[in-house]
Every structure is written in C-alpha cells, then in structure tokens.
C-alpha cells in the first residue's frame, strides 16, 4: 500500500523559509513524478510545483517561481518541497503526489496517491 507522509509545515513569519518532506512508503519515487499542491479555506486545490520522473523538467506556478524549489532524494525516499520568501498568499494546506509524469501545472486527476497534507500559516 502506498503512502505518502508530508512533514515540515507551521507557522513562520512573512520572509521566512520552510522545508516541506514528501516521505514514501509502499512505492519508490524514482519511479514517479512528484507534485506539490496547495489548499487554502475556500479556494480550490491549486498544483505549485512538479518534477519528471527523471527530474530532468520542473514546474512552477507563477506565483511561487523563484522562491520554492522542488527536489528528491532517492535514498532517503522522500520529496521536498522548499520554500522560501513565504508571504501570507502562501498559507494553505500543502500536499505532495505522485503520478506518471510532469508536464506543465500539475493537475490533480493526474495525481494516484497523496499525503494527507500538513500546514503552513505565514502571519506575523
């Protein structure tokens, strides 16, 4: 059974950094391609970042370029999404996913398994 634990959100002030964790279980991420997706209170579920199968493309959302980079350690299993220059636009419920590829903005039914989400408020 696959699963996908995130690790890393909280609360940081405006400026600050984040390290978000992807752990896998039950399935090797070299194997997939690794999607990061964010949730705030009333909005939809909005892909950030994902990486081919073989990280050879990544992708940003405008919103977010420049400031988060998305990254895997094979050893370790584990994706990571890090994020720095945190705004307040950035609180939400972060996910990773893993699917068959990457190939612009990640979008959700693209995606067959998720974590359970961890949080990240930036307020001051």
């Known amino acids: 059974q696959v699963q996908l634990v995130e690790s890393g959100g909280g609360l940081v002030q405006p400026g600050g950094s984040l390290k978000l964790s992807c752990a896998a279980s039950?399935?090797?991420?070299?194997?997939?391609?690794i999607g990061w997706f964010r949730q705030a209170p009333g909005k939809e579920r909005e892909g950030v970042s994902c990486i081919s199968i073989d990280d050879d493309y990544t992708y940003y959302t405008d919103s977010v370029k420049g400031r988060f980079t998305i990254s895997r350690d094979g050893a370790k299993n584990t994706g990571y999404l890090e994020m720095n220059a945190l705004t307040r636009e950035d609180t939400a419920t972060y996910y990773c996913a893993i699917g068959d590829g990457c190939w612009g903005a990640p979008l959700t039914f693209e995606y067959d398994h998720w974590g359970q989400g961890t949080q990240v408020t930036v307020s001051s």
């Open positions: 039950g399935a090797t991420l070299e194997d997939y391609a």
